[in-house]
């Protein structure tokens, strides 16, 4: 099958099967996103849900955020992977926010990375959820998954991946994209045992087709 057909396919099965595909995280504003993707990393979006509402109502703004000493901070979030560097990532993005971005969380994903504890994934997040900017955001469900599929053919890093997949996919389905390859990784296409049989994609998907091979030889 060439690449094209199984992208395709894939878009279809997922405009059918998951219209819909948001992000986990909750969140009320551009600001709430941010603290709760910089917490995601290495971290569960069910573990940052359950830190993030005493955090927000305590520290509802960057302002307020701002104005925390980062002990203060540490205190919300020490439950999460990493709570010491996050507890600084945070501090120091509220206060460039405040000092250089006028509170407001910038839609751009170079000055988004300019902020502590911003990398490119977090960026493309913020820029596709929030601002629907045709950014595909890499973390290890997609990487993982996309490769899986075929997708991807030997992308050894996140922005090789990402490339590839914003290569063949429509702009303005790329934002819906990013998360259908999260949740399809998180529910279905699991890393240490995929559920190929309840998969809605084994009829275009390399791993399967090779899987499927391995038990006729």
């Not at 901070?73 to 993005?93: D, Q, R, T, V, W």
């Amino acid at each position: 099958m060439r690449k094209e057909e199984r992208f395709k396919k894939v878009i279809n099965y997922f405009l059918e099967a998951m219209p819909v595909a948001e992000t986990e995280l909750h969140h009320r504003n551009p600001y709430e996103l941010l603290v709760s993707v910089i917490l995601s990393a290495q971290c569960t979006d069910k573990r940052v849900n359950q830190i993030t509402p005493p955090l927000f109502a305590t520290y509802p703004t960057a302002e307020a955020l701002a104005g925390a000493e980062i002990p203060e901070i540490f205190e919300y979030i020490k439950s999460c992977s990493y709570p010491n560097n996050k507890a600084k990532h945070l501090s120091g993005m509220a206060r460039m926010l405040v000092e250089e971005f006028d509170k407001e969380v910038p839609p751009d994903t170079k000055e988004l990375q300019k902020l502590p504890g911003v990398g490119r994934k977090t960026a493309n997040v913020i820029a596709s959820v929030i601002y629907n900017q045709p950014a595909m955001a890499v973390d290890t469900h997609v990487f993982r998954v996309a490769a899986r599929i075929g997708l991807t053919h030997n992308a050894k890093t996140p922005l090789e991946t990402e490339k590839q997949l914003i290569k063949h996919i429509p702009e303005k389905l790329i934002p819906r994209a990013h998360h259908w390859l999260i949740l399809h990784g998180r529910y279905v296409c699991l890393a240490r045992k995929p559920q190929c049989t309840k998969c809605g994609l084994k009829d275009f998907c390399k791993y399967y087709e090779k899987e499927t091979a391995k038990k006729k030889a």
